[in-house]
């Protein structure tokens, strides 16, 4: 998870604020929402990752390769379906998406960002499964 947030979180930030920021008033051309201070971000958006990997390749032993085939696309999978399910709910509560990227995009093209991030997600942990000792 860490891995997938921020992957996708600072390239955004950095080269499409757009995508990420909310606007700072009912139309996206209004202005972009102030950014939050660098070391509040990177608390939130970096050091969790670092921690993480450390924690991984230091602490935790290789997952074997019947868990990286069968367990972690099935908690991939039911992940993503409860995230996808919950974040779809509350924007029909709230009228508006956690970030501007899900807002503008129609439900088909969202469905495909959830299925592209669970893919890249099951990517990151086999890749990081393989380069563990």
Not at 63 to 80: K, L
Request: aromatic fraction near 16%.
């Amino acid at each position: 998870m860490e891995f997938i947030i921020t992957s996708i979180y600072w390239p955004l930030l950095l080269f499409l604020p757009h995508l990420i920021l909310p606007p700072t008033d009912v139309s996206p051309t209004a202005g972009l929402a102030p950014t939050l201070p660098l070391q509040v971000d990177l608390a939130l958006h970096a050091i969790p990752l670092l921690t993480v990997l450390v924690d991984f390749f230091v602490f935790e032993p290789k997952f074997p390769r019947i868990y990286a085939h069968t367990a972690a696309p099935a908690a991939i999978v039911a992940f993503s379906v409860w995230y996808a399910s919950f974040v779809e709910y509350c924007a029909t509560l709230n009228g508006t998406f956690p970030y501007p990227f899900l807002t503008y995009s129609p439900f088909a093209v969202r469905v495909m960002i959830y299925t592209a991030v669970a893919g890249i997600g099951l990517g990151c942990f086999r890749t990081l499964n393989a380069l563990h000792a």
